[in-house]
């Protein structure tokens, strides 16, 4: 879906005064939006051309630290500055801040205005015209897990995350009584986000106090990326000016479900789902059965791309519907891979493996790599699992650690081929570099068991 303002309908708001500010967003590794706040007059001037930016936006951790080890920039490079191109497409209205439209924005290198080849816009976008020199065009989508408290982000920063309690006081799962009590802020989020020309289907409340889902349309998969890192950043904005704070982490809390971001795929061609084949077992045509096969053959490799923080490998509990087995089965909430839409037009592959951590476009193009390698290498189907998945025997497992998924990320030569060892080896530092920090912090968890007892 096209995002909800032409540039020419930029310029009559800006002109009748409706529209004072306009973002200039770009993504970093984490998938935040990073940019800058324009007077909308200077943007139409000249602005929407280009800007410019400090390199080290996609060499940071999620504290801003310039982390050092990165070919691409460095104390000792300067850092430099790369150029940031607004993609007029993606122009849209930000009806929850006064006066505010947005635009996603490219990274292109200062000097020769390419693409910066690691920033995640431009991982996503190689994987993309991949597939479409084969004839196909994604279509992806992303269902993104959050929790909602009833404190604000300031009160629980000053807190040091101490008292966490959730807005919904227990599991409210599709339950409407319950949600309706979180209506007034979910209202605004679900009003908000359809308002800045974001296809809201629902929300919902999920599987654990507190937690809540929301649901944006099927789209392209650089509007999916785009989408879902607007619908995060959104979500913050709109919680933040209510008073409350909502979480992406994957597991905030031991004792309960962790959040995921299940991401929905498949190709189309014509006009036409090509993963539909009405003569065939399932309705899955060959060339879905070869993406599935080459994404199951290449899971682990790509898990790091999936869940890319330490805190995010403790969300793969047994139990909780998150996957421990990469495998794939037929509308089974157990598996890694889940088939959905069995023999209809609709059939598509979900993955379950990424949770609400990642970061849209390095996780999208992750996995359209690895199917498009099934797909080109032709690749056979393994049998589908039923039954409990988390019970059943020998299986290809999710790595259950960071540091498990990095040395196989690292390792991947269909990633190195598809991504480029340069962007393979900048991801593999920021795990590194996460595990560094986790490695050197001494736990709450640590002094409770020890302070005493050791």
Not at 138 to 167: N, V
Not at 206 to 213: D, I, L, R, S, V
Not at 242 to 248: E, N, Q, R
Not at 391 to 400: F, I, M, N
């Amino acid at each position: 879906m096209p995002a909800n303002l032409s540039f020419d309908a930029l310029k009559a708001a800006v002109s009748s005064g409706e529209i004072d500010t306009v973002l200039t967003c770009i993504v970093d590794m984490q998938g935040r939006l990073m940019g800058k706040r324009f007077h909308a007059q200077h943007f139409i001037d000249s602005g929407h051309d280009e800007t410019h930016c400090c390199n080290y936006l996609v060499a940071t951790d999620i504290e801003m630290v310039t982390v050092q080890g990165y070919k691409a920039t460095s104390w000792a490079a300067g850092y430099g500055d790369y150029v940031i191109k607004p993609d007029l497409a993606t122009l849209r209205l930000v009806p929850w801040l006064p006066g505010t439209a947005m635009v996603m924005c490219d990274l292109l290198d200062h000097h020769t205005h390419d693409l910066v080849p690691h920033a995640p816009r431009s991982i996503l976008k190689r994987q993309i015209a991949r597939a479409e020199a084969m004839g196909f065009t994604p279509y992806m989508a992303t269902e993104l897990e959050f929790f909602l408290f009833q404190d604000s982000f300031d009160t629980l920063f000053d807190r040091g995350y101490r008292g966490l309690q959730t807005l919904g006081r227990h599991n409210a799962d599709y339950a409407i009584f319950a949600t309706s009590k979180e209506e007034a802020i979910m209202r605004a989020i679900r009003n908000g986000l359809y308002g800045a020309g974001i296809p809201i289907e629902n929300s919902k409340g999920e599987a654990e106090a507190g937690q809540e889902e929301i649901n944006v349309k099927y789209s392209d998969a650089l509007d999916t990326a785009d989408m879902h890192s607007i619908v995060k950043n959104g979500i913050k904005e709109i919680a933040h000016a209510a008073g409350h704070a909502v979480t992406f982490m994957a597991k905030y809390d031991h004792a309960r479900a962790g959040s995921s971001s299940h991401v929905h795929q498949s190709l189309w061609a014509g006009g036409k789902n090509a993963f539909h084949d009405p003569e065939a077992e399932h309705g899955m045509s060959a060339l879905m059965r070869s993406y599935i096969a080459g994404q199951l053959a290449h899971a682990r490799d790509l898990t790091c791309c999936l869940a890319p923080y330490v805190n995010s490998y403790k969300r793969f509990v047994v139990g909780m519907f998150a996957p421990t087995k990469a495998v794939w089965s037929l509308d089974n909430r157990t598996a890694g891979f889940r088939v959905c839409g069995e023999n209809t037009r609709g059939v598509r592959v979900e993955c379950r493996i990424g949770g609400a951590d990642l970061n849209p476009y390095l996780a999208m193009a992750a996995l359209l790599a690895a199917g498009l390698d099934g797909i080109e290498r032709q690749m056979e189907l393994e049998p589908a699992i039923s039954g409990d998945i988390y019970q059943a025997g020998a299986l290809r497992e999710v790595p259950k650690t960071l540091g498990e998924a990095a040395a196989l990320m690292q390792g991947s030569e269909m990633l190195r081929a598809a991504f480029g060892p340069d962007v393979v080896d900048h991801y593999h530092r920021a795990a590194l570099w996460e595990i560094e920090e986790q490695n050197r912090v001494v736990t709450d968890w640590e002094v409770a068991r020890g302070f005493e007892r050791a």
